[in-house]
């Protein structure tokens, strides 16, 4: 068993969370960097929520058509990355974790960030991965859980499924019966790491591309 404290970062629906709680991976924070479905889930789960609202690094009220353009990307990545040393977070998951972190939590947290990515990596990159594997008009797409690096979506593969595309899928459709899988894989890869029976990739994996 590894001694590690467990965060979850998320911003989504939690969906993915709400798996983890059922399979019991012990999560000791979930960080929400918005107002989210997943923070209720956590609550009701007694889990502590940190919400590090990344509106306020640089959401600037009088630009609400250009409300983004001040996002202060660096100073929010500090401020996550102390937060979780403060937590004495060691390892970390992210569950749909829609802001792009950088420098900072990535030089603090090297070799301790695993994602679950809805495409089979390095096919689809990015927060479109459904909807473009969809217009792809391929037969199959699948998920990729993966050590996080601070190119986006192109750390080292811990786990890759294939799932199939129907007639009729839509994005929707799709991205649910992505996350059907998603939801017994990354909890089961989680716990096997925290058990200490599964190795993360080498650290010579991450100079490959
Ligand atoms: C999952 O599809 C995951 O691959 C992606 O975000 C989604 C999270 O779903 N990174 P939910 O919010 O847990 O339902």
């Known amino acids: ?45 007694d889990i502590p929520v940190m919400r590090i609202c990344r509106t306020i690094f640089g959401w600037d009220t009088t630009l609400p058509w250009n409300r983004q353009s001040h996002f202060e990307r660096e100073a929010f990545s500090d401020f996550v990355t102390a937060s979780l040393q403060q937590e004495g977070i060691d390892l970390i998951a992210l569950a749909g974790f829609m802001t792009i972190l950088t420098g900072s939590f990535h030089n603090s947290y090297q070799h301790r ?14 927060a479109h991965a459904v909807r473009e594997a969809l217009a792809a008009g391929l037969n199959q797409t699948g998920f990729t ?27 929707e459709s799709l991205h649910e019966r992505i996350k059907q899988r998603e939801r017994i894989a990354y909890p089961f890869i989680l716990k096997q790491i925290l058990a200490g029976e599964r190795a993360l990739p080498p650290a010579s994996a991450y100079f490959t591309t």
């Open 113 to 126: 960030v695993i994602n679950t990515h809805p495409s089979l990596l390095p096919a689809f990159p990015g």
């Open 145 to 171: 859980i993966h050590m996080v690096t601070e190119k986006v979506d192109c750390g080292p593969t811990i786990y890759q499924e294939a799932v199939a595309i129907r007639r009729g899928d839509t994005v």
């Open 1 to 45: 068993m590894i001694d590690a404290r467990l965060a979850v970062l998320l911003s989504g629906t939690g969906t993915i969370l709400q798996a983890m709680i059922e399979a019991g991976v012990p999560i000791d924070l979930v960080v929400s960097d918005r107002d989210c479905e997943a923070e209720n889930i956590a609550f009701r789960s």
